[in-house]
């Protein structure tokens, strides 16, 4: 015999089957249009507000999800027209938020942030703010950064390197930091900061991000040949602003301890390394599956060291004069795993050197 439910427990049972058949904009305006129905989705326990999906939000759809926000575990906001005032107003009333995407927010600042962290700093996990512009710091997550998992700020471009190296040092649970395309993150002080610091981080892209300066690889190689231990880092994007035109220092002697520092490596984006030469590609991890080497000009025709990459799936060598069509079909016939790839390849002839694009 089944014991039958309490009425409060049968109410919120048949709220949460109704409201599985409606939007969030319906929803809060049943909200609005029954004090009835107000007082029963503010009160019950029901999991459609712990995860909320609201594209383009304005304030006043913002100030209209308030009374609820202290349901909210998860909030993805993604390009929000709030303004901050609303986001803090709002923020102020959430209390259980662990994964908060504010991506492409355009008022959405590091104040708001604040009063994000003021108020969940006990269940904080995750943050996405990519393209938040007016993000100058991240000094207030310092209050969450043990328990910090994930972390996006790509085009967050008034963030420092110290900013963030005082975060992450702090953050050893990290396993994702994105700082694409900010332009004041020195690639190698993060690098080797995360590498002793968050041993269980698996990606980090810095693609774009500062500049690498003339002592890189001396840095690199006093940092990564002393490490006792693998990294367990599967995703790294150090690639440079400009893929075409770079003139990185970064070279074999400061990568290549990296790349063996990283053996479970499986996606590797070195876009712009002019200063990279053959010998690197024998230092690659042999489980990857997606390489980029756009504008690594210095890579010579000789690819038998990639033969070797019998996971690799995806292949990018764009603006690498030396690299010839047939060395590049070859990794093709012998890998059947091989199955995208994107290379301006030279075809060398008796008396001429064309460019030709193999897909």
């Known amino acids: 015999m089944t014991t039958p439910l309490p009425l409060a427990a049968m109410q919120d049972e048949i709220l949460n089957a109704v409201l599985a058949f409606l939007s969030l904009d319906e929803v809060i305006s049943l909200a609005c249009a029954s004090k009835t129905l107000r007082a029963g989705l503010h009160a019950a326990s029901i999991d459609f507000w712990r995860h909320l999906d609201l ?22 906001c993604m390009k929000s027209t709030a303004s901050e005032e609303v986001w803090i107003h709002f923020a102020c009333h959430t209390q259980l938020l662990q994964v908060l995407n504010v991506a492409g927010s355009k008022h959405f600042t590091d104040v708001a942030l604040a009063s994000f962290v003021d108020s969940n700093a006990d269940s904080l996990v995750q943050v996405h703010a990519d393209n938040c512009a007016y993000i100058a710091t991240t000094l207030s997550l310092a209050k969450c950064a043990p328990r910090l998992r994930v972390l996006s700020f790509n085009r967050c471009r008034q963030l420092t390197t110290n900013d963030m190296i005082g975060l992450v040092v702090n953050a050893p649970q990290l396993t994702v930091l994105n700082l694409k395309g900010c332009p004041h993150i020195n690639p190698v002080a993060v690098l080797t900061s995360v590498a002793s610091s968050c041993p269980q981080l698996h990606t980090l892209t810095l693609g774009g991000s500062g500049r690498f300066a003339k002592d890189t690889n001396l840095h690199l190689a006093s940092a990564f040949n002393s490490f006792t231990t693998s990294l367990a880092l599967e995703c790294l994007d150090l690639s440079c602003s400009n893929p075409f035109g770079s003139r990185s220092p970064l070279s074999n002697d400061g990568l290549v301890p990296v790349l063996r520092s990283s053996p479970s490596l499986k996606a590797l984006y070195l876009k712009g390394h002019s200063n990279l030469t053959r010998d690197v590609l024998d230092a690659m991890p042999r489980g990857l599956t997606t390489l980029d080497l756009t504008g690594c000009t210095q890579l010579a025709s000789d690819l038998n060291a990639l033969a070797d990459l019998k996971s690799l799936e995806q292949l990018v060598m764009l603006w690498c004069p030396n690299v010839d069509v047939a060395a590049v079909q070859l990794l093709q016939d012998t890998n059947a795993n091989l199955t995208k790839v994107d290379v301006e390849a030279t075809v060398v002839a008796e008396s001429t050197t064309q460019l030709v694009g193999v897909h």
């Not at 594209?55 to 349901?71: C, G, W, Y």
């Open 55 to 76: 594209a383009n939000a304005t304030s006043s759809s913002l100030r209209q999800l308030v009374p609820f926000a202290k349901h909210i575990q998860t909030l993805t």
